[in-house]
Every structure is written in C-alpha cells, then in structure tokens.
C-alpha cells in the first residue's frame, strides 16, 4: 500500500506496529524531484547516508547524469527502506551553485582561482620545507567523520608512515571520541557491543542523553513501530529536554547539566541494593566489583537527587525499570559525550549491563553510539587518535605488526606519546609548533568551542592552512590553499555505522568542474611527496577505492574489526554487513561479547587504560595486574561538579546540540530548501518560569552572554529543564554575508561563541553542555516567532501557541508498505 507523507511535517512517516521478537516491516520512502516520474530514472545508484551515523541504506535516482532522488532500500538490515528527512532531502546539496569547482590559493591576502597542479605544488613546497626545518611535528592534520574508509585509511598511512607526524585526528573527537574510550575502558577494545536488531527484542530500552528521534530518525521509526506493536518495551529517558523520547517515556530524567555521575550512581547503588545484579556472570566474565560496589555504597537516591535536581523517588522508579528487565537495550550519545566527567559516565552505563549481564544477547545490549556516518571508519582506521586496526600504541608488538603492514621500521610510527587530540593540535597550532594544518571535510571555525580563538589561530600568518571542502566554509576563507573535493554520490567508497554495519556507496553522477574524490587528492599529495617503504618502493600502492579497500583489509586481518570476508563486490547490491567478517564469522558477526572478552586480554587489547578522574594512562604492568585473564572491567568513578558553575551574573547552563533537520554546520543541509525553511536560523530555549522571571516572552530577541562570547537569537519557551538554556550548533555565517564570523566583538550568531574550551581528560572530548550563562532582552518579538521546528525537542511549551511546521508540496513521500508497487520486488523478503 502507498501513500503520500509531508516529511517535514511528519518526519518519522508512518507506522507499521510489529511485536516483540518479530521482525520489522519493509516501508520503502522515495522522494523524486518536482517534475521526475519514476519511469523517467535511468539508474538506481546503491548509497548510503552520510548525514547521520544509522547508515540508511538508499539508491540515488539519477536522470540525465544527475541526481533526481532517493529511495530507501527494502533488503537493508539497517533501515528496512526507511529514510530521515536527511535522508529524503539533503542530497539536493550535491548540485548547489556554490560549489567549489575549482583549487584557490591566496595571493596578496585573497583567495584566487588557481589549477591542480599549481595548488599542490603549493601544499607540497610547504610540506618539504617544514619537514626539514622543523621536523614531522610540524604538520597536522585534522579530517571528518563523513569520508569514506579507504580514504581515512590513506590518510593514516600517508601521515602516520609517511610524513611521521602523531598530529591527525577527527572532528570525530567531538562526537564519538567518548564511545571509543567508554568501550576500551570497559572491555578493553572498541567496537560497538550491541546490534540495531536489539530493539526488537528488549522489554527495557534506556537512553542516556541520546536524543534517537532527531540524530537516528529511522531507528526512533522503528522504537516507535515497537511501541505501536505487542508487548511494546518500556522507555527510559535521561535528558533535561522534552524530546519526543522523553514524551514516550515510561519514566523521564532530567538531570542537571554535568551531573550524570552521581544520578548513574545512584541506579547502580539501587541495582546492587535490592540484589538486581547477575552474581554468576558477574564472577566468570568481569573484574573490579568489589571496588564499584564500595564506591556507590553512600550514593542513594537521595544524596544524588541534592546534586542532580531530580526527585529521589523518580531515581528509584528508573532503577526499578533497569533493575526489572528481562532484555535491557542501553544507547548514549552526545548528553553524555559532550558533558562533564563524559568518559566516566559513559562507563558506568556500561557497568549497568555488566551488573545485570545484559550483553551479548537479543535484546540486552549497549549502543555506545556515533554522532558522524563514518565515525567508525575514523577509528577503525587510526584517523582519530589511536593506529589503524584497534592496535595498542604503548605495545611495541601491534607497532610492529601495523610496520609489518606497511613495510615500514617500527620506528618510523610514532609511538612515543598518545596520537594528538584535535585539542592539542589546535594548541600546539597557537603556540607555533605546528606550522601546517591540513583540514579535510571539517568546519572548525564554527564547530569547535570558543570560535573567537579557533578564528585566531587559523588566521596566523605562520600557520599554513589546507582545507579541503565542497564549499566555501568560514573555515576554508581562512585557508592558504582551498581543494575542491567531490562528496557522496560523486565517488564510490565503503562507510561503517554505529552497529559495526559496512555499507558500500557508488559513484552515481559525476562531480561538479574539477572537484576530486577525498582518494585522488591524497593519491596525489602522497605520489608529489614520494613516500617510500622501508625496500624503497612506493609506501602506498593502491589507486583506487577498491585496491584501497584491499589494503585496508589486510590491515585489519586478525583484528577485532576484521574485513577480509568483505569486498566491494559482495557489498555491491547486498545489504549492509556487519564486521567482523572473516572465515570464522562468514556472514558477518550480530553482536560482539557472547562468549566472553577476548580482545580484553594484556597482549590484545587496545589501550591500557585511564584514570578516570584524572585521564593519566596505565601501563602494560597496571593493566595486566588489574585485568590477567582478560575480563570485562566494572571501573568505578567519583562524582566532581563541573569546572564551571553558574553565578550570580552567569545564572544559567548553556547547552548545545542538534535539530532533527540539520547535520554539523549546515554546509549540506542548509542548501536543501525542504531542511532549510523547517529551521532557517539559530534559536534559543528557555522553559517557562525562566521565562516568566525575566519578562520574555516567544519571538523575543535575546542574547546569551559567557566568558567567552555572545551570541543573538529568537526565544523559544519550551518545557526544558529551568535553569538550562539551549542553543543548535549549526548556525555559522556563510549564508548571513559576515564571512567567517562577526564583525569585531558583535554578538554573533554560532552557538560556538560562547561555549567554553574544556575537555573530558580521558577522551578528550570538548563539552559543550557546561557552560555558566546570562540571557538578556534586546528588543521585543513584535509579532514575531523562534525559527524553531515544532515537531521536536523544540515544540513551544503549552500556552506558548505558533505555527506547526509544514513543508508542502515539495516535502512529500511515497512511503510504501508493498515494495513491489515501486518495481522493487527484487529488494523485498
């Protein structure tokens, strides 16, 4: 059956309920251009999303060498045909107006015009002459979480054998960093524990400061189905925002900013006191009880009601729905990641399930999930801060290995301290010893915290700056060189989700002028620099995405994230498969850890381990003292108030996150009409009584005001926590005419203004939901209203009326239930 849906209005389209253990219904959503009939495509194009990381499998629809729409595809584990607004609109980026088209190169203070060979010529100059004067260290680079694989492998090889640098990380450090340590300091490896497939069976699903509805649309699609079903699951919220989880919540926290510590405290104190715990799985597969336990002896209910302002008794009722499961479904995302003490509470999600032996089964599982669509590929790949293939950098044995790979000496990979965080980089930048910095698929002149210094230090006259890009970001008008790259559906390459699902993404048109794939350009920068192997051949040897592909699985052979059971070719027209892939796991592997912690060993796992509180990192000997056989590690940690606390003139936490119709820094889904008119411009949230107290009112213009910065928007009151204001991080400058940013001290309009420069010290993850702020009136609404979506998190308070947020005509979806009425018969079960 089809039917019509306005996907702006109704983002998550509609039901088809199923019950617990059955399996999710297709629902194939197509959306063509205004104009397009479906007999009028010449090619479906197999893709999948790279605005999110549920990695929606999809075809592009292309029509006289352009794309003309997407269509979900039935056959997908991942997505069962379903897509997000995202999804459905923001491939219409692909063929704006301003896109680069061609290299620029600043001449007298300007960017300029310039071809390929002169912009490399440039890029390769300035490596050689650093690389000789002031040695590896001086070059960094700093990429995306939404490149594809075989092009984070080649930059980790290019950089890491070739220049010799440790400076490459990910702006993967601002969203996932937390999940890759979480999970390396609980079961001594990344890779995520749980499964997608794990919310058809829970009767419990927990999310902890994971706002599913708008990050995952499909996966929400599929809670809800769940919920529409038999024997629904029960929803635990934990997020200070009335986000559509919370609403469907059987039990909702709302915990002060910075405060998850002591709340997941709290639940584990009331798991082990009324004895919810898993004795028997707790002694054969864990280490570290005995400690947790005496740890969160004194912390009741009550004690963290005082320190998180939520009520003793609703802490109670949420350790009685964990503590009752029979499948317990756990997800986190960014309300943890992004928030004081992050890595420690992310941990102690992690020892709910421990405690409770709810992992490794259908539906009792962790979803330590990612924020980016190839978040995992970074990891995987070494392009976020550790070595390719999960490999240990304080053990000289997986060195050697990954040299061995590469045939390369040992000594060639830097090892000497930890691979540098995105943090440091951008210090060691500002002080003057990193004197190049090479910018690929990234935005920091927006998305890092107190942009006002980030603008500083891209601006130095020293600092040279690549940024590699599909437009002209405030980021790339700070550059030396600019390198117009091609994006999804202009190159073919592999992408990984959240639930280790490996996706395969085709060229499907090709891209605009002179833009290149991600590949080419580092084929071409390693090829100019004459990066050689140990034998004095050429140090890489792939040139393609498919012989990269080939590489990179010979990397990970025998690691945790094995890929040699996969090719292009059996991804190629096939669902998504999940790693590993190997001769033992043909079909891939559903879930990680159902018989015990192998990678957890001394000699096989990834990192040694943090302090907690401190972020100061175990050696081999503490470790192994710790851990000998290889066990899943219960680590407790010690509550601690944020760094900065609100005040007398800074009453207020400022918090920041994402909307449903928005990705990173609006570069892609800003130019899609259907997203940009559902929310155009940044907002701020305030809840009523906040409101009341201070004579504001919705539409208001308001300014937030830190240590830091300023910046303007229209109020909206919502039914946020009081005292906690909210502000969208994607609103930057490129569609306003300010360039990179306000003018002189003007308030400004990115969220990033006014955040603070702060870290989680075991991820390195900046946090953005801790800032002390103030609110002010700067003029009156007049009649005006917040450019803030309805249908979400952002939904007025009742009393606080506007209009519903539609999207007409050009928003509307074919949603079909019988995949053969959209010729799709060959992709449904």
Known sequence: MDSSVDRIARPWGGRTPYGRHESWPVRVDTHLAAGVEPGQVSRWVQAASILHSDGDAMDIAVVDGRMAGVRGRADDRVNRGRLGPKDLFGWQ????????????????????????????QQ?????????????????????????????????????????????????T????????????????????PGSYDDIDHADVIALFGHNIAETQPVQWMRILDRLAGQDPPRLLCVDPRPTQVARNAAVHLAPRSGTNVALLNALLHEIIRTDRIDG???????????????QVAQCTP????????????????????IGSAERLLSTVLQGVYQSHQATAAAVQINNLHLLRGMIGRPGAGILQMNGQPTAQNTRECGANGDLPGFRNWQNDRHVADLARVWNVEPRTIPHYAPPTHAMQMFRYAEQGSIRMLWISGTNPAVSLPELSRI????????????????????????????????????????????????HLSDKAVEPPGEARADL????????????????????ITWRDPESAFEAWKRCSAGRPCDYTGLTHDRLRGA????????EQAPNGTDRLYTHGFSWARPDTCESYGKDLVTGAADDAVQYGSFNPEGKAMIKAATFFPPHEAPDEDFPFQLTTGRTLYHFHTRTKTGRSPQLNAAAPDVWVETSPSDAAVLGLAEGDLVEITTRRGALRGRLRVTDIRPGLLFVPFHYGYWDTGNGYGPDGGAPGRAANEATITDWDPVSKQPLFKTAAAALHLVEPADGATAPAPTTTASAPSAGHGVRATAGGATSLVTESTDAASNGLTEEAE
């Not at 090889?157 to 640098?165: K, S, Y």
């Not at 002694?283 to 570290?288: D, K």
Request: with cysteine; proline share 3%; aromatic share 8%.
């Open 575 to 582: 669902g998504g498969i999940q790693w590993p892939c190997h």
């Open 455 to 502: 603008r500083s230090i891209l601006a130095q006259e020293r600092l040279f700056v690549v940024v590699q890009d599909l437009f002209l970001t405030e980021t790339a008008l700070l550059a030396d060189v600019v390198l117009p790259a091609a994006t999804w559906g202009e190159k073919t390459g592999t992408l990984t989700n959240a639930d280790r699902t490996v």
């Open 302 to 321: 009550e004690w963290a009601a005082r320190i998180c302002g939520v009520p003793a008794a609703q802490i109670r009722e949420a350790a009685e729905l």
């Open 280 to 294: 028997s799985y707790i002694a054969a597969h864990t280490v570290g009880f005995d400690g947790l336990a005496s």
């Open 173 to 192: 450090r601002l969203c996932t960093a937390t999940a890759a340590e979480a999970l390396k300091e609980s079961f001594g490896c990344d890779g995520q």
């Open 123 to 171: 890029v390769t100059a300035r490596s050689h002459s650093l690389l000789a004067e002031r040695g590896p260290g001086a070059i960094g680079f700093y990429t995306s979480g939404q490149l594809f694989l075989e092009e984070y492998y080649t930059l980790a090889v290019l950089a890491r054998a070739g220049i010799g640098t440790n400076h490459l990380d990910g702006n």
């Open 520 to 539: 080419d350009i580092f084929l071409d920068y390693a090829a100019r620099m004459d990066f050689r192997d140990k034998d004095g051949g050429p140090l």
């Open 93 to 120: 980026a692909n063929a704006s107006a301003d896109r680069l088209t061609r290299p620029l190169v600043r001449r007298n203070g300007r960017l300029v015009e310039s071809d390929w060979d002169s912009a490399m």
